[in-house]
Every structure is written in structure tokens, then in C-alpha cells.
């Protein structure tokens, strides 16, 4: 299936900020979960408007999780293997989380087994969402469809902000669908938007690079403030941060779906940028765990740094080039929306 190479080089730049927060800790760069949580809303409603248009040719719901399952389970299941033989977690009181993609609450009550396990959690967010989201795409017209993802990004900070007092910790807010269901909705409102009018990603285009730009100039302001931080679980950032995340990240993928040429695309389509996107599944499956190996042997934490990438980045290319895409290959349907390839 063909690719678009900007959002390749997106998912490139987002599995280089998890990768820099958990490596050298660098404060908020953890959001590029936010820019693949958005990338995901926007491909995956893709393709589902596809099925749904097509479903009395292809079906719906059989190739949409088929699918799924093709996409994420091999390289899921590897992982849990290894998890297992390297750190053998006691799974007698914990396998029905990683089982049935509830990862995200052992994040949030502060019982992850084994550190390494801990970026499960973001992919159970996204499967949790596509428990449901797949039902709304079949049963509501476009024009109802953005209105109803528009009004999950709207409400979304506003439970945030309610439930803070609830919780002692941030991880919860972190890590719940609930609470981070904007990300994803904002991504299928852009689909949305597309699939109604083809030109309505050009005539975004400079308004989507100006509100990315200020979101993001305002969230970089505001993280000087030491009470703008996830640990803080502060009202403040448990709405306007995760919020300015969705922004800045919504407008960043409007912008690289709309251009064509320039520097920036030139960056975005970059070979090597673009090959860590198609990996980077994998690469953020594996890379806390490398990490953590790789810590019992060295000491300077740019070492660390170094060392944990090749590592993660050569299991990763083993696992696509061995794995991951002679499955994709063998797929007997190419799913594709009209007009634009896509890829998740």
C-alpha cells in the first residue's frame, strides 16, 4: 500500500521526542504519544469511511479488525515473549490486562509489572477508542461525525479539569481514554473534513501552520512555569496543556497533508526520517526496554542514549523486515481511501 511520506516523517519525529524524553528526559517531549494518538484518529477514520462507502463490496467490520489484527498483534505478541523470558513479570495477577489491551490501567493505579511494560498503555488507548469509534463512523453521515469528534475534543478538557481532585497522581488523567480521547478525535475530525471536501486540507493549510505554531509557542511558554508539568496534576495543564498538545499536533498534520514542496516537506520526506516512521511501531514497543538493558552496562547517560537507539532501532528493523511486512504483503485486499493512499 502507498504511504504519505509527510506523515511517515511525522511518526519519524514523534518516536524521536518519546524516545529523548525516556533517554536523556527531556521535559514534554513525552507529547509525541499526542502526535501518533492524532496521526492514528486521522488514518484510521480514513479507513473506516472507505469501508464504510465500500461495505456492501468488501464488509465492514470482518476487514477493519482483520486488519487490526494483522497491523498490531505480531509485533505486540513478540513483545510480551520478551517481556516475559528478559524481565519475567509475575503475569498470575496481571495477564488480563495485557491480554485484552487494558494496559493503560495498570499505568494508572500505579501497578505496571516490569518499567519496560509501561508504553503498552498508549496502544490500549488507541484500541479501547476503536472499540467504539468504528460503530459511530458506520452509523452517523460526515456532517454529524465532525460534530460528535468536535465535541470530544470540547469536552475532553473539561472532564479533565473535573476530575483532577480525584486523583492524587497524574498518571490517570495520563493514561484513561476518556481523558485523552481528543488526540484521536482530532486526527478522525480531520479525515472527516477531507472526505466531505477534497480541498479542504489546501484552504486549512496556512491557518493550520499559524494556530500550530502559536499552540505550540504558548505551550513552550507556559512549561517554564514548574506547576505546567503531567506530575504536577495540576488543573491548569490537566486541561490547557494536554489541549495545546491536540492544537499544535492537529495543525501540524493539516499542514503536512497540505503541501507538496518546500523545506519542510523536503525534511518530512527525508529517507532515513521517513524509514524510523515505518518502524516506529516496534522501535516504541521495544525502546524502554532496551534502555533499561542497556543502563546495566552503561553509565553516561548519552551512552545510554546512544547505544539504546541502535539497539532498539536494529530490533525494530528485524522485526519489519522479518515480521511486520511480509504479513502487511499477504493482505488479499488493499484498503485505500479515494484520492489519497493511506496508511496505519
Known amino acids: 500500500m502507498r504511504r504519505i ?15 529523548a524524553a525516556h533517554a536523556l528526559h527531556v521535559p514534554m517531549l513525552w507529547m ?9 484518529g486521522y488514518l ?9 462507502e465500500q461495505r456492501e463490496l468488501e464488509g465492514y467490520w470482518g476487514p477493519f479488525y482483520l486488519r487490526r489484527a494483522r497491523r498490531i498483534l505480531p509485533p505486540y505478541i513478540g513483545f510480551l515473549i520478551f517481556a516475559a523470558v528478559v524481565f519475567a513479570p509475575t503475569w498470575r495477577h496481571i495477564w488480563y490486562w495485557y491480554a485484552f489491551f487494558a494496559a493503560n490501567f495498570p499505568l494508572a493505579l500505579g501497578k505496571v509489572p516490569v518499567q519496560a511494560m509501561a508504553p503498552l498503555w498508549s496502544l490500549a488507548v488507541e ?3 476503536y472499540l467504539i469509534w468504528p460503530l459511530i ?4 453521515e460526515n456532517d454529524r461525525l ?12 473539561v472532564l479533565r479539569a473535573a476530575a483532577t481532585p480525584l486523583f492524587s497522581s497524574h498518571f490517570p488523567i495520563y493514561s484513561l481514554t476518556p481523558f485523552r480521547a481528543d488526540t484521536l478525535a482530532f486526527g478522525a475530525f480531520i479525515a472527516v473534513a477531507e472526505n466531505e471536501d477534497r480541498g479542504w486540507v489546501g484552504s486549512m493549510r496556512q491557518a493550520s501552520f499559524w494556530g500550530s ?17 503531567t506530575g504536577a496534576n495540576s488543573v491548569l495543564f490537566n486541561t490547557a496543556g494536554y489541549s495545546l498538545s491536540v492544537m ?19 525534511l518530512l520526506t527525508l529517507a532515513p526520517l521517513r524509514y524510523l516512521g515505518r518502524i516506529s511501531y516496534t522501535f516504541y514497543l521495544y525502546h524502554v526496554a532496551a534502555l533499561i538493558i542497556v543502563a546495566r552496562y552503561l553509565d553516561s547517560s548519552t551512552m545510554r542514549a546512544v547505544v539504546g537507539f541502535a539497539v532498539t532501532g536494529a530490533i525494530a528493523a528485524l522485526s519489519w523486515y522479518g515480521i511486520e511486512s511480509p504479513i502487511l504483503k499477504r493482505r488479499s485486499r488493499v484498503i485505500a481511501t479515494p484520492g489519497r493512499a493511506v496508511a496505519a
Open 213 to 229: 505554531l502559536a499552540s505550540g509557542t504558548l505551550l513552550l511558554a507556559l512549561s517554564f512555569g514548574h506547576s505546567f508539568r
Open 32 to 40: 509525541g504519544v499526542d502526535l501518533f494518538f492524532v496521526l492514528s
Open 248 to 266: 499544535m499536533f492537529g495543525g501540524a498534520v493539516i499542514y503536512a497533508l497540505g503541501i507538496r514542496e518546500g523545506v519542510v516537506h523536503y
Open 146 to 157: 465532525r460534530r460528535i469528534a468536535l465535541s470530544v475534543v470540547v469536552l475532553a478538557p
Open 137 to 140: 463512523v458506520l452509523r452517523c
Open 5 to 19: 511520506p509527510q506523515l511517515d516523517g511525522l511518526r519519524g519525529i514523534a518516536i524521536l521526542m518519546v524516545f
Open 44 to 52: 484510521i477514520t480514513g479507513i473506516l469511511l472507505h469501508l464504510r
Open 127 to 129: 484500541e479501547q477508542f
